[in-house]
């Protein structure tokens, strides 16, 4: 059973929030320690030197907690990323044949009807080259594209999603746009941000590296 967009986006709000909680804490940890210096430069063998070295361990414990409580979300995301529910599109409803010619009468523009003459049989007489030209491009497209490792393609589909820019994108468009199977991309994005490819945020944004 797939997993709802929703619950994805919550696991997004999630990741943001622990996110900025490290970030605050690091800097805590940054305070404590500045704190810590400025006390060993007064008093190096005071009571108070051992006190606020006390405080920043606490708090540099709280910060590698945190920073691995972001990785597990960060896991979390991914495989719940995998199993997400594609969102199809509605298409709006297109206007009918009577429709067109009431819209194009009171906007004055001719209506084209069907007209079946002697120009019209002949360039559907002629279209079967056409057809064989373009099949032949297209399979010799297509060949060229199957040369490509799913990790590759899935590469050049992020190239052409993302560009410069740090983007949440759902598996259904990168399944379109790349030609692999839903099932695949998951794979593909793992071998992609191993090799230092991608790298994906903790509010599930991809971005390029």
């Known amino acids: 059973m797939s997993i709802a967009s929703q619950t994805l986006s919550h696991l997004q709000t999630a990741g943001s929030a622990v996110h900025e909680a490290a970030q605050a804490l690091r800097q805590e940890l940054q305070a404590h320690s500045q704190a810590l210096m400025d006390q060993m430069a007064l008093q190096p ?20 907690e945190i920073n691995s409580l972001e990785q597990q979300l960060k896991a979390i995301y991914l495989d719940a990323a995998q199993k997400a529910q594609a969102e199809l599109p509605v298409l709006p409803a297109l206007p009918s044949a009577n429709r067109r010619r009431r819209l194009a009468r009171s906007l ?5 009807e069907q007209v079946e003459d002697a120009q019209v049989v002949e360039m559907l007489a002629a279209k079967p080259k056409t057809g ?21 393609r899935l590469h050049t589909a992020f190239r052409k999603l993302l560009g410069k820019k740090a983007k949440a994108v759902g598996h259904a468009e990168l399944a379109a746009l790349s030609g692999l199977p839903r099932g695949s991309i998951g794979a593909s994005i793992k071998k992609l941000i191993e090799t230092q490819k991608l790298a994906v945020d903790t509010d599930g944004a991809y971005r390029l590296i």
Do not use: C, I, W
């Open 45 to 64: 063998f005071g009571p108070q030197v051992d006190a606020a070295y006390q405080q920043m361990r606490q708090v540099a414990r709280l910060v590698h």
């Open 132 to 152: 064989k030209t373009t099949a032949k491009k297209s399979k010799g497209t297509t060949s060229a594209s199957s040369k490509l490792s799913n990790t590759e």
């Open 108 to 112: 004055d523009v001719p209506v084209v």
